[in-house]
């Protein structure tokens, strides 16, 4: 009898089938996220438990040109590479959501740098970007552009942006399926009104889509910066951090220095430095995109 | 200089050899080996995947001939060279994986209390086969007295170059100085048959020349007590050279990676690289009969040697590690002694053309060496190998400023013009000094 009203309870098995996800939870989220954090305050080393040396590494770290290079590194491909990407993004889906010949075939085909694994791609851009082998100055010299091939991932800037424009074309059909999924959801009748009262396309745009689409692009945004400001892959396959260090993003420093350089507790710490930028442009999104007021056509107060 | 200190060193390590080899044991020369491993033993075995087909090729005939003989299952994995510390270091810290791993450089200095005893085993082979070179010795001997690991071999980093074009910059032989070396490689610039090497993170490539130049002109990134001494007269002298060399290069040398040297070399856009024999080896069995015509056009060269009369260089080594985890601990050194006997080393060898330099003094003999002219340079790559860490002890510091490419960035900044000589040794200065602690 007790035991039957025991799992009777809603309360109780509510709780009971949530532990399967909860284990799951802490076990692989909370538990590996937590260790890091712990082991950014160690000087835990490859093959060596770390003892507590608390903000030691984080001193180290601000001390450190490359660390500080790495942070500016990875903030000004975050900003330049999500503008971008908003910006096109947006564009797209908004030529996407007019009435296309082989509209379906069309919005597959522009998911496909999204689909192609990221090394897989990155090799393609190194091809694209190769010193010696690069098809864009190949091209160029025999058309008789240039007379030397470009240095893409050479110059520390023209490498910075070489990156960048490679993880731009990665991203946006990421952000332009979403927000054309966003653009779809608008009801026709909100155009229709707006139109009997006479508002011009960009009024439409400005007062009817983008205040509409907002909810979407907040959470569209969000996920493209956490994206983009953990990128990995494509650094590491394209220049490895470098030319001198150019393009070593918190990523890939950390990396470099806690698995190859044996500094478990350093990289773990640089690590850990990327959580409050990743904290902060969620708040930004949330707090900053989603005003109510300003949506539903009032102005905020 | 160094070549003398060389020697007394290795006379001195022959002396405390014979010292403490246990003479009760070794009534002749030959030496003895007493191993019985465990019954239903099973290994697993990580290892770098092969640079050089030939290699895994015979590895594999190796591993299944110990398979056969000793009725022991043994599972090769391969990983990515750079891979494999990773999964080294995570086996080493969780105290599961596998029973043998085959890691390079300093790996076995970051977790030495992590691996298997091997000294018996260490002091059989070298006793057996003419005595390990002192390079085996520095990464895993660190004690002096224990060998921590079975060293493999290097993967020799030598001059790859193409005779032909070095002959009609006007040069004969490939130069034995530094000087010499920077006179061809302006030369070959002016007949638009420029050479390269690698600036960018390159791993391999990158860390050895940029180690040699240094070196060459007597700069050194610690002395014998640790102290960082990066930032020397010396080392700016070595930038100042590094720099005119730059200015040889074919363009794009900053953003090379390892793979980059190879390409265009064997795509014929550079003249002068250094490299594994990897290279000759790709052209020799390549089917593109254009890239195989090339094979005959290649030579190598061991380093040119600085003004000091020092050409030591740095290659890629490799160990051989049993973790203490392991429940074959005797199968395992079993293991390690069967592929590193002549029967097995030697074939080795010769399938991958001398890819790795052996560790043994004796092998030195192996035809391998001689049956091609062209192999010849690589065969001394661990007698003649510094490791990366010189001059001081190998272990964390050593591994972390190699792995944070303190000394490439250096020579690329300085030959780039992004900073100059003095700056970019300031700045490697400052970066060492956080690794070794001062």
């Known amino acids: 009898m007790n035991s039957s009203s025991f799992f009777d309870n809603k309360n109780t098995l509510g709780l009971l089938f949530l532990v399967p996800a909860g284990v799951l939870l802490l076990l692989f989220l909370t538990y590996p996220l937590g260790l890091g954090t712990w082991l950014g305050f160690t000087d835990a080393k490859i093959g060596r438990t770390g003892e507590w040396i608390g903000i030691e590494n984080f001193q180290f770290l601000i001390g450190d040109s490359v660390a500080r290079l790495s942070l500016f590194n990875t903030l000004f491909y975050t900003v330049v590479a999500s503008v971008l990407k908003f910006g096109l993004g947006l564009w797209l889906a908004l030529l996407l959501n007019h009435h296309l010949p082989f509209k379906s075939f069309i919005r597959a085909v522009v998911l496909l740098p999204f689909i192609v694994p990221t090394a897989l791609s990155a090799i393609a851009f190194w091809w694209i970007y190769d010193s010696q082998f690069s098809v864009v100055s190949w091209t160029l010299t025999k058309m008789g552009l240039i007379h030397r091939y470009i240095d893409f991932l050479g110059d520390p800037w023209l490498a910075r942006l070489s990156t960048i424009a490679a993880n731009v074309w990665r991203g946006v059909p990421f952000v332009a399926i979403s927000l054309l999924a966003g653009l779809q959801t608008i009801s026709p009748s909100l155009y229709e009104a707006s139109s009997i009262d006479g508002a011009t396309p960009w009024q439409q745009f400005w007062h009817v889509t983008l205040p509409m689409l907002t909810p979407i692009i907040a959470v569209v945004m969000t996920f493209s910066v956490l994206f983009t400001f953990t990128d990995f892959q494509l650094i590491y396959v394209l220049t490895r951090g470098g030319p001198l260090n150019a393009t070593h993003l918190m990523a890939t420093l950390s990396f470099q220095r806690g698995i190859p350089g044996g500094a478990l507790g350093e990289g773990a710490a640089l690590a850990t430095l990327m959580v409050p930028f990743l904290l902060a442009a969620i708040l930004f999104s949330y707090f900053g995109l989603q005003r109510r007021a300003w949506q539903q056509g009032g102005s905020d107060k | ?438």
């Open chain 2, 1 to 438: 200089m160094s070549n003398k200190r060389r020697d007394l060193l290795k006379a001195g390590a022959g002396v405390a050899a014979a010292a403490t080899l246990p003479m009760i044991w070794v009534k002749d020369a030959h030496a003895q080996w007493n191993n019985a491993p465990e019954k239903g033993a099973k290994l697993r075995v990580l290892r770098w995947s092969r640079f050089v087909q030939g290699d895994i090729d015979q590895y594999m005939k190796n591993v299944a001939a110990f398979s056969k003989k000793y009725g022991i299952e043994v599972r090769v994995d391969n990983e990515s060279w750079e891979d494999v510390r990773p999964k080294a270091a995570v086996a080493a810290n969780t105290g599961a994986g596998p029973d043998i791993i085959l890691g390079t450089n300093d790996d076995a200095n970051l977790y030495p209390e992590k691996l298997l005893d091997v000294t018996d085993l260490a002091n059989y082979l070298g006793k057996k086969y003419g005595g390990w070179y002192d390079a085996g010795a520095a990464y895993l001997r660190p004690n002096g007295k224990n060998w921590i690991g079975i060293p493999l071999g290097a993967a020799g980093s030598m001059m790859v170059y193409r005779e032909s074009q070095v002959k009609a910059a006007g040069f004969d032989s490939f130069p034995k100085d530094t000087d010499g070396f920077l006179k061809m490689m302006k030369a070959l610039a002016a007949k638009n048959t420029p050479g390269g090497f690698a600036l960018g993170h390159a791993t391999g490539d990158a860390n050895t020349w940029c180690h040699w130049v240094v070196w060459a002109f007597g700069g050194k990134m610690v002395d014998k007590s640790g102290k960082v001494v990066i930032d020397s007269p010396e080392t700016i002298k070595a930038l100042e050279y590094s720099k005119e060399l730059y200015g040889t290069f074919a363009p794009g040398t900053l953003s090379w990676l390892d793979p980059s040297n190879n390409k265009a070399f064997l795509d014929g856009q550079i003249s002068v690289t250094n490299n594994g024999i990897s290279i000759y080896y790709a052209a020799k069995t390549s089917k593109d009969p254009k890239i195989n015509a090339l094979a005959a056009d290649i030579n190598h060269a061991v380093y040119p040697a600085g003004p000091g009369g020092s050409n030591a260089a740095f290659h890629l080594f490799l160990n051989q590690m049993i973790f203490k985890y392991t429940k074959y601990p005797k199968a395992a050194k079993e293991f390690l002694r069967f592929m590193m006997e002549e029967e097995q080393f030697g074939p080795w060898m010769q399938a991958s053309i001398g890819y790795v330099a052996h560790p043994l003094a004796a092998y030195a003999k192996n035809p391998i060496w001689t049956s091609d002219p062209k192999h010849l340079p690589y065969r001394d790559a661990v007698k003649e190998l510094r490791p990366a860490g010189y001059d001081g002890k190998l272990g964390y510091a050593s591994a972390g400023a190699l792995a944070d490419f303190i000394m490439v960035d250096m020579v690329a900044e300085a030959a780039s013009g992004s900073k100059t000589p003095k700056e970019a040794a300031e700045r490697a200065q400052k970066r060492a000094e956080r690794y070794y602690k001062v």
